[in-house]
């Protein structure tokens, strides 16, 4: 596994906190979107199928770090659209940083030289830009429907890792997708340099154009159980082991969506990144009138039935890792010895 010390610290003491707190309910990560935008048009995201004038919306720089505040979460992720395609992400960045927030920047790279070599941002051990890389070449260019795109990705996490940032990579696998390729790509992005590599089945957005290729729970289980039963040393994943356990049928479960909560320009997302069901003003709104016993694979609602994303399940690991004897053996195992 590779996750710095300080970031892991960081969260364990954030957690056993909630944990002493009696906290039942609490967030791991924001999902900050501050717009839509994206300067690519990917077959299985839904983001922007929005129309056009909210497509030209954004977030103020003020508006996101009253979310981050609200939120309280130790851990922000600006997804979106394509997070560099925002006027004020230079700004923005520096305001998380400056409160020691650990900022994943999530990329598709495109612009990603062009920003660097502007000066927007600024190497520090609380911002990683995690590149959206669905594989090698001919895969990822496929993923993002526009060729020469996994090149302009490779030349960005290049750029960004000579001027000292950290650099992590955030892969989305659907149906159809090699093991063998896949361990190449693991290969390939080592050799590349960066951080450490962050691993997701897709989910079925209702606006994606491609809904015929998402991945089921079976299918997952196999898929990353030929990829990651025999991991070599040199591999480094930037996520819960218990996570990627869980994604090769490992551990049971259940879904955490108030772990990941997204604020966007609608306002806070119910129940979760993925699903749009409603919309809460207010981050104490949004945790205590959702129901959320009707979200999760137990529950029976059919969108969440072949759901196994990282932003449902990985807090639910880090949960786990932390709360339990058995799950903390299983991280500490994981993490000294690269074997899942």
Not at 173 to 192: T, V
Request: hydrophobic share 35%; net charge positive; charged share 25%.
């Amino acid at each position: 596994m590779s996750v710095p010390l300080s970031q892991m610290w960081t969260v364990a003491t954030y957690v056993l906190k909630q944990r002493l707190r009696r906290n039942r309910r609490y967030p791991l990560v924001l999902m900050l979107e501050p717009l839509f935008r994206c300067n690519l048009a990917c077959a299985g995201c839904g983001k922007i199928q929005y129309p056009g004038h909210i497509l030209r919306k954004h977030l103020t720089v003020e508006q996101c770090l009253a979310a981050v505040e609200e939120c309280g979460a130790p851990m922000v992720s600006i997804p979106g659209g394509e997070p560099l395609m925002y006027p004020e992400i230079g700004p923005l960045v520096a305001e998380l940083v400056k409160r020691r927030k650990y900022v994943y920047l999530c990329t598709n790279a495109i612009l990603l030289k062009q920003k660097l070599e502007a000066g927007l941002f600024t190497p520090s051990k609380y911002l990683s830009f995690s590149v959206h890389m669905d594989g090698l070449r001919e895969e990822h260019d496929e993923a993002v429907c526009r060729e020469g795109v996994y090149d302009q990705a490779i030349e960005g996490i290049r750029e960004a890792l000579r001027r000292g940032f950290r650099v992590t990579t955030n892969t989305t696998l659907f149906d159809g997708a090699s093991a063998i390729r896949m361990q190449m790509f693991f290969d390939e992005m080592m050799e590349l340099g960066v951080e450490g590599m962050m691993l997701s089945p897709g989910y079925s957005y209702s606006k994606a154009p491609d809904q015929e290729h998402f991945l089921r729970r079976q299918k997952t289980h196999e898929l990353f159980s030929k990829m990651l039963s025999n991991p070599k040393k040199g591999w480094k994943f930037n996520q819960s082991p218990l996570f990627l356990q869980f994604l090769m049928g490992k551990w049971d479960f259940e879904c955490t969506p108030w772990g990941n909560p997204t604020y966007n320009i609608f306002g806070w997302q119910r129940p979760c990144y993925l699903l749009q069901e409603g919309y809460a003003k207010t981050f104490k709104e949004l945790m205590e009138t959702t129901r959320w016993e009707g979200y999760g694979h137990k529950s029976g609602n059919e969108k969440c039935k072949d759901c196994m994303v990282h932003c449902g399940y990985e807090p639910t690991a880090v949960h786990h890792a932390f709360t339990s004897w058995k799950g903390f053996k299983a991280t500490v195992e994981a993490t000294l010895t690269g074997r899942l």
